[in-house]
Structure formats: structure tokens, C-alpha cells
């Protein structure tokens, strides 16, 4: 089967340092997708990653590790503005451009 | 702003209504999608276009019917929709289907109440 696990929740601090894990178990790989999603808005694409490794885009980071089928999304410098929900996806095998989704955690920041 | 538009962003039909929802890029992409979005859940595919022609569709009732008239619009025909259909409705684009680092590209979405 196909499978992506992400906590729930998850709450942190304004200026502070978050980190949202997620595993993944699916058929195939063709790379992991993690999208920012407001309550009532767009999902917007935050970052990609297909080869082992960190990829850091301004205050926000992901790294991939795929022989242990494990993401996560780094957030620095919190900001009110970051609450919101983070989906992971994967893309499996095949040219489909199916994305398999985690549900998705809600990211509360507080002052 | 996002570069996906769609049409209506609310609606509210009854069950024998017969509505469109509509959904236009300029980004030259060739594959475009329709998600389902329930509250507190991830998207859920419905529909994928591959250079204008229907790749997959998730087994999704016939009271839903997507239309391609060219690879900048995707429509979503309703017909006698149910009350549980009621949620959000999210058109996506990205270049192709296949490939390395085509992200999905989102609309804001049309926001569908079935009374």
C-alpha cells in the first residue's frame, strides 16, 4: 500500500525554530513535494526534493533521506503569518503526475 | 495572487441544478487537475488532463464531468449533486505530468454548497 505519516499538530513559538516530519511508504519515487496551506486559500508550493540532502529556500529548509523514506520541513524564524496547515506529497512512479498526500499538520504559532 | 484562476469562488446550487466550474492558466502547461477538498483534509485528485486528453479519473460518479477545450481551461460540468459533495473544489496545473521538479500549481479554489 501507499502510505504518508505526518503529526497532526504541531504548535511553536514566534521566532523560533519548528521542524515537520514525514515518512512515507509508497510504489515507487519520483520525488516529495512539501505545500503551505492557509485556512480557506490555494495550497502554495514551498519545496522539492528528489535527491538525498537539504535544500534551503530563505527561512524555510527541507531535507530528504530516501533509503529511510523520511522528510522534513524546517521552519526558522517563526512568524505569525506561518500558521497554517503543511502538506507533504509524494509523486509516485509513472508519468501519471499523481500526487499521494499526507494529511497534512496544522502549525499553530503563538506570540 | 495565484497564477491558477477559477470560477466561481462560491457557489451554491440544490441537487437538481446543473452548474460549471471554471479553471484558466498562462503558463503554458500541459497537464491540469481537479482536486476535492474536504475540511481539516488533504486534496483529493478527481480528474487529470495530459495534453488535453483525460489520463485518470479516480472513480469519481458520473454527476461530475470534466471538459478540456484547450490546454489553457478545464472545466467541471455538476449535475444532481448530493450533499456530501459540498466542499472545495481546487483546479491544479503543472508542465507536464511526468518529469523531475513540476510542482502542481493551485487556483484558489470554488468553494461548493449543495443545498
Known amino acids: ?8 499538530e504541531m504548535t511553536a513559538t514566534e521566532g523560533a525554530i519548528v521542524q515537520i516530519n514525514c515518512t512515507y511508504q509508497t510504489s515507487g519515487f519520483n520525488g516529495l513535494f512539501w505545500y503551505q496551506q492557509h485556512a480557506g486559500e490555494a495550497p502554495t508550493f514551498l519545496s522539492y526534493n528528489v535527491l538525498d540532502g537539504l535544500e534551503e529556500k530563505g527561512r524555510f529548509s527541507s531535507f530528504l533521506s530516501r ?3 523520511y522528510s522534513y520541513l524546517l521552519l526558522k524564524e517563526l512568524q505569525m503569518k506561518d500558521s497554517a496547515s503543511y502538506l507533504c506529497a509524494v509523486k ?20 | 495572487d495565484t497564477e491558477v484562476t477559477q470560477t466561481p469562488k462560491h457557489l451554491v446550487m440544490g441537487m437538481t441544478n446543473k452548474k460549471s466550474l471554471k479553471c484558466e492558466q498562462h503558463m503554458g502547461h500541459r497537464a491540469m487537475y481537479w482536486y476535492k477538498q474536504k475540511a481539516k483534509k488533504p486534496p483529493e485528485l478527481m480528474f487529470v488532463y495530459s495534453y488535453e486528453k483525460l489520463s485518470i479519473n ?5 454527476r461530475f464531468s470534466p471538459e478540456c477545450p484547450n490546454s489553457s481551461l478545464l472545466n467541471l460540468h455538476l449535475h444532481a449533486l448530493q450533499p456530501e459533495d459540498s466542499a472545495l473544489y481546487l483546479c491544479a496545473s503543472s508542465l507536464t505530468t511526468g518529469g523531475y521538479n513540476q510542482p502542481q500549481h493551485f487556483g484558489d479554489g470554488t468553494r461548493l454548497s449543495i443545498l
Not at chain 1, 1 to 8: F, H, L, M, S, V
Open chain 1, 1 to 8: 500500500g501507499q502510505n504518508i505519516d505526518q503529526p497532526t
Open chain 1, 67 to 69: 533509503s529511510k523514506g
Open chain 1, 92 to 111: 509516485g512512479s509513472g508519468n501519471t503526475g499523481k500526487l499521494i498526500f499526507g494529511q497534512g499538520t496544522t502549525l499553530q504559532v503563538k506570540p
Open chain 2, 58 to 62: 479516480e472513480s469519481v460518479p458520473s
